[in-house]
């Protein structure tokens, strides 16, 4: 059951993708980041209600907000702004350098040990990188176009800092609690674009309220908790395999429902992309060192903020 479940909630993940594109299609970024997170902080402060008393110290607050902050305006301000212009499915490859970056700061900040086997999947997944975003689209490769991926790029670097602020939450910090609690702060500076004209602009543009819902509901809220429900059944580098499934899923939605061309580059790039952060997400239990212990409300591997 909590291997259907994790294969169910990335299926459900690799479509954000092209309703995060389609949102920005017909919203401009503060718009539809308003559109994507005001219904997530009402679900989000109705679930806190519902299960207090909240089984959070006081000592993980400050943390809860720093992770919040990232995880919501931070990622999603780049991750708007990046689909805007970036097909989706290079966004997918690029989103899951996410363990690149959160190995790299955990080596900075917490002195967690890197390996030679993990030095070698960073050069190849940046080498991976590079292709896909330079070979690996038919659109012209010009100055907005790479200004739009470098800032993307900004929404893994995001989620692995938040990743590594969440390393040092208290042990007794609920898995639940923490990550709705961290939606909620996350979410509630986006309580002043709820505006009447917000409310109006989406309400004539129905295709773009469904994709704010779809983001909202099913990718967040129904989302995380199906993948913490899952990790507490399962390893959580098993569960943190399962992540694999996200790029060569959101690339077949985007061929199918987009029409984009999977070029001999792009493949090629998507390829080395994955190797080299496979390499880096493999256990280094065989090198002889210890595997950290994920934070509580996220997972070793923790994807992305959807």
Not at 47 to 55: F, K, T, V, Y
């Amino acid at each position: 059951m909590a291997h259907l479940v994790l294969v169910g909630t990335l299926v459900v993940w690799s479509f954000s993708f092209l309703a995060a594109a389609r949102l920005r299609q017909d919203l401009g970024l503060v718009d539809a980041l308003g559109a994507r997170f005001l219904p997530v902080l009402a679900g989000a402060g109705l679930l806190l209600a519902g299960r207090r008393p909240l089984r959070l110290p006081r000592a993980a607050w400050l943390r809860i907000a720093a992770m919040g902050l990232l995880g919501v305006p931070v990622y999603n301000l780049a991750f708007l702004y990046g689909l805007k212009t970036v097909p989706t499915g290079t966004a997918s490859l690029i989103i899951a350098t996410n363990p690149v970056f959160t190995v790299v700061l955990a080596r900075l900040f917490l002195r967690e040990a890197f390996g030679l086997r993990r030095l070698a999947g960073l050069g190849i997944a940046l080498a991976g990188v590079f292709v896909v975003i330079r070979y690996g689209t038919d659109k012209p490769v010009d100055w907005p176009y790479l200004t739009s991926a470098l800032v993307l790029t900004l929404a893994p670097l995001a989620w692995a800092g938040y990743t590594v602020i969440g390393r040092g939450l208290p042990a007794d910090a609920d898995a639940f609690d923490t990550t709705y609690a961290l939606l909620f702060v996350g979410s509630l500076p986006l309580l002043v674009l709820a505006t009447p004209a917000l409310g109006r602009l989406l309400l004539a543009r129905p295709g773009a309220l469904g994709a704010a819902l779809y983001l909202a509901v099913p990718c967040t809220l129904v989302g995380y908790a199906a993948w913490i429900w899952a990790l507490k059944r399962l390893p959580a580098g098993e569960v943190a395999a399962f992540v694999f499934l996200n790029p060569p899923l959101a690339n077949l939605w985007a061929r199918l429902f987009d029409g984009a061309r999977l070029e001999r580059p792009f493949l090629l790039g998507a390829a080395t992309l994955l190797a080299g952060v496979g390499a880096i997400v493999l256990p280094l239990k065989r090198e002889g060192v210890p595997a950290a212990r994920p934070p509580a409300g996220t997972a070793r591997g923790s994807p992305v903020a959807y």
